[in-house]
């Protein structure tokens, strides 16, 4: 009977070992894609921004030709 108990003991760590590390895992996954799409939402205006200042040139370079 102790035997048995100390299997079923032994089982459920390991079971609850493995679903807690898979939660780990997906955890992590998560973070690294929030990460991610920080990064891309952040160079994404960035882009936005640069291209707004090639704009600004362009259109004063158009006034000065005019000039």
């Known amino acids: 009977m ?10 459920e760590r390991k079971y609850l070992s493995k679903r807690n590390n898979d939660k780990l895992i997906k955890f992590k ?7 991610r799409l920080t990064t891309i939402s952040t ?3 960035m882009n936005n921004q640069e291209n707004e ?6 259109t004063i370079r158009e006034k000065q030709g005019e000039i």
């Open 2 to 11: 102790e035997q048995r108990l100390k299997e079923l003991v032994d089982r």
């Open 29 to 35: 996954d998560d973070i690294s894609e929030k990460q």
């Open 43 to 45: 160079t994404s205006h």
């Open 53 to 58: 200042y090639i704009n600004r040139l362009i």
